[in-house]
């Protein structure tokens, strides 16, 4: 059974920085794309940052500039690191990876989510 696991999400004054980290477990055999998406109160999920295998990364138009995502091939972890954060930023924050796992000898091809973790930029 493969997991995404977010951590670092938590209370932050405008202008503020904060690193959420996404640890990806189980029979994984190899990662393409991963990102990190966010949701609002009452908003729709949107893309915030995406980055392929190779380290070639996009990013939503409100976060460039302000927001840095990276990943950890050898630990199967995506960082986004947010500086120069605003209200706006509040949200939950997920972990989204496409992967390619084993289950019973068979290769699958899934994209996974995380459970979400909590920004809140608030003075």
């Known amino acids: 059974q493969v997991q995404l696991v977010e951590s670092g999400g938590g209370l932050v004054q405008p202008g503020g920085s904060l690193r959420l980290s996404c640890a990806a477990s189980?029979?994984?055999?190899?990662?393409?794309?991963m990102g990190w998406y966010r949701q609002a109160p009452g908003k729709q999920r949107e893309l915030v940052a995406t980055i392929t295998s190779g380290g070639s990364t996009n990013y939503a138009d409100s976060v460039k500039g302000r927001f840095t995502i990276s990943r950890d091939n050898a630990k199967n972890t995506v960082y986004l690191e947010m500086t120069s954060l605003k209200p706006e930023d509040t949200a939950v924050y997920y972990c989204?990876?496409?992967?390619?796992?084993?289950?019973?000898?068979?290769?699958?091809?899934?994209?996974?989510w995380g459970k979400g973790t909590l920004v809140t930029v608030t003075s």
């Open positions: 989204n990876a496409d992967i390619l796992y084993s289950s019973l000898d068979v290769l699958h091809g899934m994209d996974f």
């Open positions: 189980g029979s994984i055999f190899s990662i393409n794309d």
